[in-house]
């Protein structure tokens, strides 16, 4: 269960989210990094899916890229399952 208070006026739904181990440990990372609620990391993470998902109905292909020392470009395709 998401447990952090939210700002007032902004809470339009609330859910129970039962997290695995490993979704834990994430969110718990994300929020420490970020200095946000886990409640924020996770309406960022469900936007972020979102739009993934959306492009990819378009055609669009995801990935990250880098430039390495050398000048080339790096490009790692993302697959989500």
């Known amino acids: 269960m998401v447990?952090?208070?939210p700002r007032a006026g902004l809470v339009s739904s609330r859910v129970t989210i039962g997290f695995n181990k490993t979704a834990t440990e994430c969110l718990d990372r994300l929020a420490d990094w970020l200095?946000?609620?886990k409640t924020d990391v996770t309406n960022k993470?469900?936007?972020l899916y979102e739009l993934i998902e959306?492009?990819?109905r378009e055609g669009w292909q995801?990935?990250?890229t880098r430039t390495r020392k050398d000048g080339s470009t790096e490009v790692q395709p993302i697959h989500i399952i």
């Open 3 to 5: 447990t952090s208070a």
């Open 35 to 37: 200095g946000q609620t």
């Open 45 to 47: 993470a469900v936007t």
């Open 54 to 56: 959306s492009r990819k």
């Open 62 to 64: 995801i990935a990250f």
